[in-house]
Every structure is written in C-alpha cells, then in structure tokens.
C-alpha cells in the first residue's frame, strides 16, 4: 500500500457541505481527478497471505516524512495499493 498527501479543492468543498466533524473524519473511496499530488506516493506496508503464524498480529503503524516542493493546502491523503490475486492476475 502507498499513500500521498493531496490537494483538492473540490472534495474539501463536498465534504464541508455536510458541516460536521464526522464527515472529515470518514475515510471516503473516490476516482481521483481534479487534484494535486504533493509529493511522490511512499509505500506504507506490505501484507502477505497466508500469514505464517497461527495468530498473525496485524496491528500496524508508520511514520512518514513528506517533500513538498511547492506550496499547496493540504486537504487529505490519497492511498493506493496492489495485490496479486493468483499467479499473473492482479488488481489495483
């Protein structure tokens, strides 16, 4: 998985329409256009399956840095991923 900070205006302003925290809070699936990636995507994890433990502990946390070479506001992060499903089929 990979993930990006992001700008875009336009989902700000559909998620603000609501006016409640909880709708800021909420992660949202969307096809992103009319955005602005402010930096390059950094990997976050990376997740196997079959776990080889009995009991896989899947508690996860990471630290990430972010160049911004311009400036920008930031309204969120965009997340990505891909994953062999079998053999040469994939999705992401």
């Known amino acids: 998985s ?3 900070p ?3 205006s336009k989902l700000w302003n559909e998620v603000k329409a609501f006016k409640d ?8 699936v969307v096809k992103v ?7 390059e995507c950094q990997s ?3 997740f196997s399956h079959p776990a080889k433990t009995l009991k896989p502990d899947n508690t ?8 911004v070479p ?3 506001t930031l309204h969120g992060f965009v997340g990505y991923f891909h994953s062999t499903l079998y053999g040469d089929i994939n999705i992401s």
């Open 44 to 46: 976050v994890f990376y």
């Open 21 to 28: 925290l909880a709708h800021f809070e909420t992660p949202y």
């Open 70 to 72: 311009v400036g920008a």
């Open 2 to 4: 990979y993930v990006a």
């Open 33 to 39: 256009h009319n955005a602005f990636e402010m930096a």
């Open 6 to 8: 992001l700008a875009s």
């Open 60 to 67: 996860r946390f990471k630290k990430l840095s972010f160049s």
